[in-house]
């Protein structure tokens, strides 16, 4: 049987979605959960102890990421562990106000195992699941990873699930206003960055400019952010990095407990309000959340109110899982909803203030018209239109079963995705754009037992995506794909040395559906009608990709440590690259894709030293990443040597749009991450903390106007001051104060095409054009934060955040900024849509216990 027959066989069922997940997966994996339950069983238990004092710790918790469980710690330091697989584990220990510790342990049979912590405030080692065969200390895995917790989440302000990382070292953030960010590693977006969310890929449809992530910040307890190819675990999609968005742990045994939270910023009236509640009761865990955030448009120093990005997101999820000796099934609902408004720029040429679009039965034959809005209206909370609604439903089941020393992992997942864009003010419950996709997710592994330091993972995964266009604007035609890829990948520790490589082979089937539209209205016709026009052909395209990754980490010292990596990845076109034919609305050009493309591969090469010691720990990452096929759109010319313009959609109000088709070249990028921190253990109330982020590079043998990448991020420097304070009284614990800066530098290596490519010339357009050729300058913000937790009688009452960000009202336009090159504002000369002005955050979490007294 050939590998097309294999891809056939598999599409039929993945076709079916849910069905296939549970009329086939489920009872297969239950009769096998059920052969498996008489396995052996294991116990681990002991006491947690402060290192100077031996004292027991109470609520410490003690973690085993690969069985996806957790124990807390009684009021004398004790925990136990009951009835979990034998096997090899990393486990991580914490305790508010210690160091976390981490260790291997062998867990067979009944195993006490007692833990000690050092007091001290900083987190030197964390424990990495991506990308990873197990549990890993971030310290023993070759490549780059960056991580944001819980704590740092709540002590910062974003307004949506990427703007909260986005100054992480080598992660920025593709903005169209504060509702929608498109992550970029390393100076590569779209695509090219997979977004992993409750365990997995998250299907969508990322190729779009103004699509974000379709998640909620409130459910997220930790992000993991793997910089540079990751194609080894992930296939396509996966050739700059991965962002994995991290749920909480299962709570120990016995426990139930939640959390309110109450977010409201300033500038943008934004207010987020969120409910969880959690427990375990004999082995069973579950979790239900609610959380909904509203915001009116956010202003800036320069243009006031930025009328219409306003937004509001929905969200609710609910995991159920059961844990038992043979290990844990698992299963996860979540439903994500967000309606957002989409800023155009028009403005009063008069005032500079901006316009809102509107159309009136009785005014200019009901044609759209543009009015200065109310101050109602400005800071409405309710979008106008333009706008669009995006809403993200999944399904998730994750399984591991013990399997002799070893585990069998499966997840598995249905998503739903829906994408609506109305922009016409004489149709406003019209949908122009609409994009509705079903996919399925499977991921097959088995992970063998650590033997004389070494283990294995070998599997299956991929996924499957059926789209279809239902809006009035035809873009992309509908579509499916099917991936398949197997793996194979090892690790081998040899005294301080840690090795790890593997290697991948993908194969990818893209059909594009053949579509007929009438020429004059863009509605679907038959084949051959009058006025038809055959606007997307019918295609299958077959892509394959062979990936590897090997490197290792060596311990020069306890604290000193050298790591190395080469990675090759892989990416199949994606569906506007493959078959688009029309105007992308967001650009106002006309594009075309072609179905013959290659997939890109690239080669990255990463080197880090670091050093992790108690009073200071600093890391730096170097990388050279070489691009082959790497896929742009290049502006086409006529036969005079001008730019190629297309009249066919004049009929539907789109107008004339220059032409671009994707093509292909050799790409490169390379740079680098440093981060610096301060911590002295004699010290302990102050911590410095700094980062640098530096990449540069394009496309090879390229002219100056395509040389540049259109979104790649100027240098960046952060810097943080704290002075936490262990205790204030007896009514606050764990406070602290900090100061930060934020620095970009200009950004000179500006892709040029980009003027034509967003519709501005020298004729119509003459200040945006020249905007769009010079470079983008530079800024500096600096920000302030405090808070601190409420106690009484010994328990925690509330948790306090403040945090001012912008503390100057510095007016600046971000280069990731997809305002730039906005209309000019003919009272001021400054061209474009600023960034957010001064924004003060505040956020009241208050814990809830419901769970038995400790005894």
């Known amino acids: 049987m050939n590998i097309n027959s294999v891809i056939g066989y598999y599409l039929n069922f993945m076709k079916k979605g849910r069905h296939f997940l549970f009329k086939y997966i489920m009872p297969a994996v239950v009769v096998f959960v059920s052969c498996l339950a008489a396995k052996g069983q294991a116990f681990l238990s002991g006491k947690i102890t402060g290192s100077k004092n031996h004292v027991g710790i109470s609520g410490a918790s003690v973690n085993i990421s690969d069985l996806n469980i957790s124990a807390g710690s009684d009021s004398l330091g004790n925990y136990q562990f009951r009835n979990i697989p034998a096997g090899y584990y990393l486990v991580s220990i914490s305790a508010p106000g210690y160091a976390t510790k981490i260790e291997s342990v062998i867990i067979k049979g009944t195993i006490k195992k007692n833990f000690e912590l050092m007091r001290f405030p900083i987190q030197l080692n964390e424990v990495i699941v ?102 080894l675990a992930y296939g396509s999609d996966a050739i700059a990095g991965v962002i994995n968005l991290i749920p909480e742990d299962p709570l120990p045994e016995g426990q139930v407990k939640g959390d309110v939270l109450f977010n409201y910023q300033t500038n943008n009236g934004l207010m987020n309000g969120m409910f969880h509640l959690a427990g375990t009761k004999n082995g069973i865990a579950w979790s239900a959340r609610v959380d909904k955030t509203i915001a009116h448009a956010y202003q800036d120093p320069y243009d006031g109110y930025v009328l219409n990005s306003q937004f509001g997101n929905f969200n609710a999820d609910g995991t159920i899982g059961l844990h038992r000796k043979w290990g844990y099934t698992q299963l996860h609902i979540g439903y994500f909803d967000m309606e957002t408004g989409i800023v155009d720029g028009t403005r009063d040429s008069v005032s500079g203030v901006m316009e809102r679009q509107v159309a009136y039965p009785n005014l200019n034959g009901g044609a759209p018209t543009y009015e200065i809005p109310t101050h109602q209206e400005q800071t409405s909370y309710t979008p106008f239109v333009i706008n669009q609604r995006i809403r993200h439903t999944k399904i998730v089941w994750d399984n591991s079963i013990a399997a002799g020393g070893g585990r069998i992992k499966a997840i598995f997942s249905w998503q739903k995705n829906q994408r609506q864009e109305n922009n016409d003010p004489t149709i406003p419950n019209t949908s122009d754009i609409y994009y509705s996709s079903n996919a399925a997710t499977y991921d097959l592994r088995y992970i063998s037992p650590t033997l004389n330091g070494f ?45 790890s490589g593997g290697i991948r082979y993908d194969e990818r089937t893209f059909n594009g559906i053949d579509h007929w539209v009438d020429s004059t209205t863009q509605a679907p016709v038959a084949p051959g009608a009058p006025n038809g026009f055959h606007e997307f052909p019918g295609f299958t395209s077959h892509f394959s990709g062979m990936s590897f990754s090997f490197g290792g980490t060596y311990d020069i010292s306890k604290s000193t440590y050298v790591k190395a990596n080469i990675a090759r990845g892989w990416r199949a076109p994606n569906v506007a690259e493959a078959a688009a034919n029309g105007v992308h609305d967001g650009t106002v050009v006309y594009e075309i894709g072609d179905p013959t493309l290659k997939p890109e591969t690239s080669l990255e090469e990463d080197l880090a030293f670091g050093v992790n010691a108690k009073d200071v720990d600093f890391e730096v990452d170097l990388f050279n990443n070489n691009i082959n096929d790497f896929i742009y759109a290049r502006g086409l010319k006529n036969s005079m040597g001008q730019d190629s313009i297309n009249n066919s959609l004049n009929a539907v109000g789109l107008g004339a749009a220059p032409v671009y088709k994707y093509t292909q070249g050799g790409a490169q990028l390379y740079g680098g991450e440093i981060s610096f921190n301060v911590h002295p253990a004699s010290i302990s109330w102050v911590q410095l903390n700094t980062t640098l982020s530096y990449v540069t590079g394009g496309l090879l043998h390229a002219p100056d106007s395509t040389k540049y990448l259109p979104f790649v991020p100027p240098t960046r420097i952060t810097a943080d001051l704290k002075f936490p304070v262990s205790e204030i009284g007896a009514s606050i614990k764990n406070a602290y104060l900090k100061f930060g800066m934020l620095s970009c530098f200009q950004q000179s290596d500006v892709y040029q095409q980009y003027a034509i490519y967003s519709g501005l010339n020298t004729a119509l357009t003459p200040y945006e054009y020249a905007a769009s050729k010079a470079a983008t300058k530079g800024y500096t913000l600096f920000n302030v934060g405090a808070g601190g937790d ?40 400054r061209v474009g849509v600023f960034n957010m002005g001064r924004n003060v955050s505040v956020k009241l979490l208050i814990p809830l216990d419901f769970s038995p007294e400790q005894k």
Do not use: H
Not at 182 to 211: C, H, M
Not at 463 to 469: F, K, L, P, R
Not at 485 to 491: D, K, L, P, R, T
């Open 130 to 231: 991506t990308g990873v065969i197990t549990a890993t200390a971030r310290q023993q895995t070759p490549v780059s990873v960056a991580t944001v917790n819980k704590d740092q989440l709540l002590q910062n302000s974003s307004t949506n699930v990427i703007d909260a990382i986005a100054k992480t070292p080598g992660v920025s953030a593709i903005t169209d206003g504060q509702s929608i960010s498109k992550p970029v590693i390393r100076g590569l977006g779209y695509n090219r960055v997979l977004t992993v969310n409750d365990g997995v890929e998250q299907v969508d449809q990322a190729w779009f400019d103004e699509f974000g992530i379709e998640a909620d910040p409130d459910a997220v307890n930790r992000y993991e952010i793997l910089k540079g190819p990751a194609s």
């Open 790 to 829: 409420i106690v009484s009688k010994g328990k925690t009452v509330c948790k306090l955040y403040l945090f001012c960000n912008n503390l100057f009202n510095t007016a600046y336009i971000d280069y990731m900024s997809r305002f730039k090159y906005y209309p000019v504002n003919y009272t001021t000369g």
């Open 455 to 499: 283990n294995f993972s070998t599997g299956t995964n991929g996924v499957y995506q059926s789209s279809q266009s239902l809006g009035t604007l035809l873009l992309i035609p509908n579509y499916n794909f099917f991936e398949i890829g197997a793996f194979a990948i090892a690790n081998k520790k040899i005294g301080r040395l840690n090795l």
